[in-house]
Each structure stands twice: as C-alpha cells, then as structure tokens.
Nanobody, 124 residues
Framework: QVQLVESGGGLVQAGGSLKLACTASGSDFSISVQAWYRQAPGKQREWVASITRFGGVTVYADSVKGRFTVSRDNTRNMGYLQMNNLQPEDTAVYYC?????????????????WGQGTQVTVSS
C-alpha cells in the first residue's frame, strides 16, 4: 500500500527555520497536486499549503503566508515545505498528502492514508 513518510521536524526557537520533506512509496507522487497539513494537540488537522503538479501554482493558509514555501521535485518523487520565522503557534505534527485539485485538498479530500507526520516544536 502507499506509505507517506514525512521528515525534517524538530525543536526550534521562535524565529528559526526548518525544511520538511515528504516521500510516497507505492505511488507516482509526481502526477498529483500535493499538500501539507498540520495538527496541534487538541485541535483538528488543518490545511497549510498546496502545490500543483509542476509547481506553477502554490496556495497557502493565511496563517503561514509569507513565511512558508512549498515546493516539489518530481524526479525524486518528493515534496518539501520550507518554514521560516517559525512561531510557537506553528507547533504541530505536520503531514503531507496528495489529491486531484487544490480545492479538494484544502477541504482535506486526500488520496492516501495519513502517514505518521513529523513533529515541529517552536519554543519561545
């Protein structure tokens, strides 16, 4: 079955940066729109950002706009999320997934089962 694997999380002070990576085994990750999500303790999973198949269009949640950048490398079957100027409210487990459109992904209509995610903790 398809297995999503996120990596790159860690502990960082406010104002710091992290770059997350996502791979998908058992599927052609390169043909789909990709998206990133996060889930903080006690909260629902929320959509963070999406990127179209060839990277021509990127869309971000207002909470991360101007600080996060989503990208992809289809030759390596990978997606990335560069996170700058991190704040304590960014603390969450971050997940990746894929779908057929930015609109469907924004509403959490994803193609694959969720992976384990990667923990991002921002201290003040």
């Amino acid at each position: 079955q398809v297995q999503l694997v996120e990596s790159g999380g860690g502990l960082v002070q406010a104002g710091g940066s992290l770059k997350l990576a996502c791979t998908a085994s058992g599927s052609d990750f390169s043909i789909s729109v990709q998206a990133w999500y996060r889930q903080a303790p006690g909260k629902q999973r929320e959509w963070v950002a999406s990127i179209t198949r060839f990277g021509g269009v990127t869309v971000y949640a207002d909470s991360v706009k101007g600080r996060f950048t989503v990208s992809r490398d289809n030759t390596r079957n990978m997606g990335y999320l560069q996170m700058n100027n991190l704040q304590p409210e960014d603390t969450a487990v971050y997940y990746c997934n894929a779908g057929t459109s930015i609109t469907s992904l924004k509403s959490l209509q994803v193609l694959y089962s969720w992976g384990q995610g990667t923990q991002v903790t921002v201290s003040s």
